[in-house]
């Protein structure tokens, strides 16, 4: 079976065929469901999840209780490729985002592969560094930017990572992705959806027009989009 139609998931497709031989026999097919916490911080990460649909959110929580959504992991990726590289403790809490389904695999079968081949570890290395790029550049956009432009931001990274316009978020789920109050989002949403950006009702969102939301965005959209591209799809 060829790369392009062994896995919908971009790290399994983008692994070189012995490479794919060292997990092939160990992957199996999970459901995400929505809201599922995959992982709480400081607990040991015991699997990776490779999406096929759906995204998964890297979450930081706060004291005060407080959750802020640090990085975003989808199908053309994997989440697990720190505790597969380092340590297995985890940094952050990981929620089912946008349900769906994924591939899943004992990260110790991960850390094998990486120590038997080289192009699997830089791989994998390169989809880490990828979501390093994704968080720094988050970090900025929520310090830095207003509201309306992260929201859009969150929106059009969901749309991609999850390959539909069509889009089932609540408003604490938006409020933990761009770091703002829950009734902030309820106002930004009412102000995309005035421009036509986005049809908004009771949690369903829809992207009606992709340009006009890439306009109000913040160039951290395409920012992280070229980090992925120069990453994760060398030429």
């Known amino acids: 079976m060829d790369s392009a139609t062994r896995s919908p998931n971009g790290f399994l497709s983008a692994l070189a065929a012995d490479d794919f031989e ?57 989440f697990g490729t720190f505790s597969a590289l380092g340590d297995p403790t985890a ?10 389904i994924a591939s899943t695999l004992d990260i110790d079968r991960v850390r094998s592969a990486a120590e038997q081949s080289a192009t699997f570890r830089a791989t994998l290395v390169r989809h880490g560094l990828a979501v390093y790029a994704q968080i720094q550049q988050t970090a ?11 929201l859009a931001r969150c929106l059009l990274h969901t749309r991609d990572l999850s390959g539909s316009n069509n889009l089932v978020l609540t408003q604490e789920s938006m409020a933990q992705m761009i770091g703002a109050r829950r009734n902030s989002v309820s106002l930004v ?27 109000t965005s913040c160039e951290c959209y395409a920012t992280v989009k070229a ?9």
């Open 22 to 78: 060292l997990v092939r026999p160990y992957l199996r097919t999970v459901d995400l469901t929505q809201e599922t916490v995959l992982v709480e911080v400081d607990e040991a990460l015991k699997r990776a999840y490779l999406p096929h649909k759906g995204v998964i959110s890297l979450v930081v929580k706060l004291a005060k209780g407080e959750s802020v959504q640090i990085a975003m992991i989808g199908r053309d990726s994997i």
């Open 189 to 215: 949403a009412n102000t995309l959806q005035q421009a036509k950006f986005i049809h908004y009702s009771r949690g369903h969102i829809e992207i009606t027009d992709f340009d006009g939301l890439s306009k």
């Open 227 to 235: 980090h992925y591209e120069r990453l994760i799809h060398p030429h």
């Open 91 to 100: 940094l952050n809490s990981a929620v089912v985002l946008v349900p769906g």
């Open 140 to 150: 900025g956009c929520n310090a830095a930017h207003t509201v309306e432009s992260r």
